[in-house]
């Protein structure tokens, strides 16, 4: 069975101050891992999606990598806008995606 | 969110009380998901439509049905709501690689 940890749960941040939320995965096979961001009240929003150990792609101030057992997602001097909670989710075999329960990401100006 | 239209936005229902939550796509994916979303327990999937005429249980069914009324449509029934079915739900539609899925807006229902 698919099974996604992400931590911290909640992590609050000064504006500019660097970090990183972190995606811990156990799966059969993997085929993707994906990151989506969700606003309050909104559904969640396509960010990236990895397919390899090694694997690393940006957006804006975004960073995702991937290993053999986890992802990160670094986000460089982050501002108030990227307030947020940021979704892992992984696919395996042909079944559907497995999300994890999110980090709340609180950045303070 | 573009593509994908949930209908109600929010709904109060009384236990014991039934509803039908509405999901239609203007996307032509062949795939269609109900997720629902829980404080602390993240997004977990009751039904999928891999397909027109064809649907498949997720991780937590009980207590659901599911239609899949053509490519453009999945809706997703309560025949008796309980207390426990208080959630925000969320149909997405796509395919896994290479940009995971679409997701509505979300209905936020409450049981009382």
């Known amino acids: 069975e698919d099974q996604v940890t992400q931590s911290p749960e909640a992590l609050r941040l000064q504006e500019g101050e660097s970090s990183s939320l972190n995606c811990s995965y156990t799966?059969?096979?993997?085929?993707?891992l994906f990151w989506y961001r969700q606003d309050p009240g909104k559904g969640p929003e396509f960010l990236f999606t990895?397919?390899?150990a090694g694997e690393e792609k940006e957006k804006e101030r975004l960073k995702a990598t991937l290993t053999k057992k986890e992802s990160f997602l670094h986000i460089t001097a982050p501002k108030p806008e990227d307030s947020a909670t940021y979704l892992c989710a992984v696919h395996s075999g042909n079944t559907p995606l497995v999300f994890g329960k999110g980090t709340r990401l609180s950045v303070i100006a | 969110n573009a593509g994908v239209t949930q209908t109600p936005k929010f709904q109060v229902l009384k236990t014991g009380q039934s509803m039908t939550l509405q999901c239609a796509q203007d996307m032509n994916h062949n795939s269609m998901y109900w997720y629902r979303q829980d404080p602390g327990m993240g997004l977990r999937l009751i039904y999928y439509?891999?397909?027109?005429?064809?649907?498949d249980k997720g991780e937590v069914p009980n207590g659901y049905n599911v239609s899949r009324l053509n490519k453009r449509e999945f809706s997703l029934r309560l025949e008796s709501a309980a207390p426990s079915q208080t959630s925000v739900y969320f149909c997405t539609i796509g395919q896994e690689v290479p940009y995971g899925y679409t997701f509505g807006s979300g209905t936020r229902l409450t049981v009382v």
């Open positions: 990895l397919y390899s």
């Open positions: 799966v059969s096979g993997l085929r993707g």
């Open positions: 439509s891999a397909s027109e005429g064809t649907t």
